[in-house]
């Protein structure tokens, strides 16, 4: 059995709200094409790096007061330096830090108008050696964290009709081999989304996921310092030369673009009076295509040879419908 890796880091974003305060404060303008909004409080997970802390400086640059979290001391002085930035210690599995966020919330009088669920970490290793501590830790990290924190922060949220919107990725939709415990996780956030919909609406919480492909990131220098920090080299595994080939692979993501995108994403679904479901952000058209792409031959899959399967006619009318309600 190899020795699995574990990798992918952290991404975090943050959320806006509040709907009444104490003491007004001045309205913010969103951007262009948005609606200008009173300052709020958002909470945003994993913000220390990456996606989330583009998402935290975007939102307090357009008058959030952000609640950055983040677990190193270093980390939470740098946000904490931030103008209209509170950096808070948290652990998504930590029960006690959770509660200790929600009591600093909720003591500080400004109420809770979004919850960014941003923190992450991506194990990568073959489905047929993968170890099970190394699957409980992904969806510990990955689905139960969201499910945590939006349970504990969600009768401020009802409170102040605010919003929820996480991290994703377009792994969510596409699957791609080694990677398959982290698909997993992205996929289970895509039912977490709908589902965590449906049972707010009537509340007055508007809920969105933000599904990122290929940004600049520490992903893969994080990926392979933890593999090879775990003496994991692919020996005895089934799939050696895969590994190896990717431990091999160049670290740097340079080529990336900055996750600017996927900040002003986050900062749409928070702000906008009519906050989409899903935003898939991605920086080039070859990443659009393979997502759509992937999700189109879900549904051939699904319809394929069944007894109540519908022709070509009937799948186009259906499109054409789902376009039309939009």
């Not at 640059?61 to 740098?78: P, T």
């Not at 409170?159 to 939709?173: H, I, P, Q």
């Not at 899903?278 to 920086?283: G, K, L």
């Amino acid at each position: 059995m190899i020795r699995l890796a574990t990798a992918i880091v952290v991404g975090v974003a943050c959320w806006a709200g509040l709907a009444s305060v104490a003491q007004q404060q001045p309205p913010v303008t969103a951007p262009a094409g948005q609606s200008t909004v009173p300052r709020r409080a958002v909470l945003v997970t994993g913000a220390s790096s990456g996606i989330g802390r583009r998402t935290a400086a975007v939102l307090a640059s357009h008058g959030f007061f952000v609640y950055a979290c983040a677990r190193k001391d270093a980390d939470l002085k740098e946000l904490d330096a931030i103008d209209n930035v509170q950096a808070i210690r948290l652990d998504v599995t930590k029960s006690e830090d959770i509660e200790a966020a929600v009591k600093t919330v909720r003591e500080a009088g400004r109420g809770l108008y979004g919850l960014v669920n941003n923190a992450g970490v991506g194990v990568m290793a073959p489905m047929i050696e993968l170890r099970e501590d190394d699957l409980k830790y992904q969806f510990d990290v990955n689905v139960f964290g969201p499910c945590r924190v939006t349970k504990a922060f969600a009768p401020l949220l009802i409170e102040s009709k605010g919003r929820v919107a996480t991290t994703g990725s377009v792994s969510g939709t596409v699957v791609w081999g080694m990677g398959g415990p982290y698909c997993m996780s992205k996929h289970a956030i895509e039912a977490f989304t709908d589902a965590l919909a449906a049972e707010l609406q009537s509340f007055g919480v508007k809920v969105s996921v933000i599904d990122p492909g290929n940004y600049r990131s520490e992903i893969m220098v994080n990926s392979h310092r933890r593999m090879r920090d775990g003496g994991y080299g692919g020996e005895g595994s089934l799939y050696k030369a895969q590994i190896e080939r990717m431990l091999q692979s160049p670290t740097d993501r340079s080529q990336y673009k900055e996750p600017d995108d996927v900040a002003d994403a986050f900062l749409h679904a928070l702000a906008d009076e009519h906050p989409k479901r899903r935003y898939m952000v991605v920086p080039n058209q070859r990443e659009a295509e393979l997502t759509i792409r992937a999700a189109m031959t879900r549904v051939v899959q699904l319809n394929e040879g069944q007894p109540f399967a519908y022709d070509r006619d009937a799948l186009i009318k259906m499109l054409d419908e789902a376009l039309g309600a939009r």
